[in-house]
């Protein structure tokens, strides 16, 4: 990390004042006055970010540092006032006290800075960014992802940083499944999703001798179990309570509500299906409802009408390939140097890119009430279409660990608005926040560390839980 970022750091000064001398010995003299100081930053910053656009390797603010410090190479080359390599010297540390006294304010007045995640580490390449982001981290705020970047987060960059079968998949990829479950061979992705081993397809599965019937389970990372063994999660554990019924897991990290409708239905159109659960999230389902995908033009997968959710395209996928430069600009992480700093405990550039981020989030940022009545709309629209084919269905609310009790907070928002909304559907609920709330208070660990995920006591406890109240809250004989 420390010689990425020297490289960085020097790569575009080296070149600028390969490009300064250059200039100068063309012209025989150095430039002089300000609008010379101007052209010097100006022409390497525009074409660093036309070329950024263009073939978005890294992210755009990536480029405009990469354009601004090769800007400052030519100048300390070609500039009269940097002919005297003091003027240089005293520009340079002029930059870093500033940086200095912005750190130091920051940590007295500022507080504590808020968390900016950095993935896997502060990759430079913009599609090892994607590739690494968490699996419940948003990918796409707006507008469509450049045709370039599509097919480079997908095929190129380390392919250390791609080993999705050993982790779960990134948002971007998480989107590429969705849209391979609605469309089938109709969309042409970037992305071999037969690559994610872990996850279980709409596909002919294989049933298992002497059942009874066959739970679907459809959710997020909570329901697929991230950074737990397979034959560990809540629907492994249920089987072992329950040998006479088949329980499949459907989750798949970093999906949402409408893509739990989408993979749902491709499930009960392929499979003999005996009881669907969907799972809803108090930690991140509504934030990352109504996503942009690339099956959808690049935007949200459903559309909601009359009360209900159908695909917006239901006639096959639509993606025009268009460049996306409001995508780049609202999606470009913070520069790499920035987030090197972030990563050796900078105040001042996690205070950035807490900014940035929240930015970003607010451009595409929709109120609670449109986000829960698009919930009820894709809930009615589950119910209605199960009710069709004589299945089952279940609602299950999961809350958010940490902010359980929380007045306000997403846990006890969900549970409210959840209740309020499966009621009036008249679909069965259970909720899960007072399960795990009585278990934290015993003193017991159902949460990994990063305070959202079940570990493997916490899938053993829903599954017991389940175990109790899901057949009899479905209205069906337990086995």
Not at 69 to 87: E, K, M, S
Not at 191 to 220: A, K, Y
Not at 312 to 337: A, C, E, V
Not at 394 to 416: C, Y
Request: hydrophobic share 45%; proline share 7%.
């Amino acid at each position: 990390m420390i010689l990425e970022a020297a490289a960085v750091l020097g790569f575009p000064i080296a070149l600028g004042i390969l490009a300064g001398n250059l200039l100068v010995r063309r012209m025989g003299r150095r430039f002089v006055g300000a609008v010379a100081v101007i052209g010097c930053l100006i022409l390497p910053l525009a074409m660093a970010v036309g070329s950024t656009i263009l073939f978005p390797i890294v992210g755009l603010w990536d480029g405009v540092t990469e354009g601004v410090l090769c800007g400052v190479g030519i100048l300390f080359a070609a500039h009269r006032l940097y002919a005297d390599p003091r003027n240089a010297l005293l520009t340079a540390g002029a930059v870093i006290a500033g940086v200095a006294v912005l750190e130091l304010g920051a940590r007295l007045f500022l507080g504590t800075p808020p968390a900016y995640p950095s993935g896997e580490g502060p990759h430079f390449l913009l599609a090892n960014i994607l590739r690494t982001k968490g699996p419940d981290s948003q990918a796409f705020h707006a507008g469509a992802v450049p045709s370039f970047l599509e097919r480079s987060a997908m095929r190129g960059g380390d392919p250390n940083a791609v080993r999705m079968t050993d982790r779960p998949p990134s948002a971007m990829v998480t989107n590429e499944i969705v849209c391979s479950i609605a469309y089938g061979p109709a969309y042409r992705g970037v992305i071999d999703v037969s690559r994610e081993r872990d996850m279980v397809f709409p596909e002919p599965v294989t049933p298992r001798p002497n059942v009874s019937r066959r739970v679907l389970h459809v959710g997020d990372s909570m329901v697929f179990g991230a950074n737990v063994s397979r034959q560990q999660t809540f629907a492994a554990d249920l089987e072992k309570l329950e040998p006479k019924v088949q329980h499949i897991n459907g989750g798949i990290s970093g999906m949402a509500p409408d893509d739990y409708l989408v993979v749902l239905r491709s499930w009960v159109a392929r499979e003999p299906i005996d009881l669907a659960v969907m799972y809803l999230f108090a930690g991140n389902d509504l934030i990352g409802l109504d996503a942009p995908h690339p099956c959808s033009n690049w935007k949200s997968l459903l559309v909601y009408e009359d009360g209900s959710a159908r695909l917006r395209f239901p006639d096959g996928p639509q993606n025009d390939r268009q460049l996306g430069l409001t995508w780049l600009i609202i999606n470009s992480p913070l520069p790499y140097l920035a987030r090197v700093m972030i990563v050796w405990h900078s105040a001042t550039m996690a205070i950035l890119g807490g900014a940035l981020d929240a930015w970003a989030t607010h451009t595409a940022a929709v109120t609670p009430q449109v986000q829960f009545q698009h919930l009820e709309s894709i809930l009615r629209s589950a119910r209605d279409e199960l009710h069709e084919k004589h299945i089952p269905f279940v609602v299950v609310v999961l809350p958010a660990a940490g902010a359980i009790g929380i007045p306000n907070g997403p846990s006890d928002t969900l549970s409210e608005w959840g209740r309020g909304i499966t009621q009036r559907l008249g679909v069965p609920e259970l909720d899960a926040t007072a399960v795990i709330r009585d278990a934290l208070s015993r003193g017991e660990h159902p949460i990994q560390p990063d305070g959202v995920h079940f570990n493997e006591a916490g899938h053993w406890l829903m599954a017991k839980w389940l175990h109790e109240r899901l057949a009899a809250t479905a209205g069906m004989a337990a086995d």
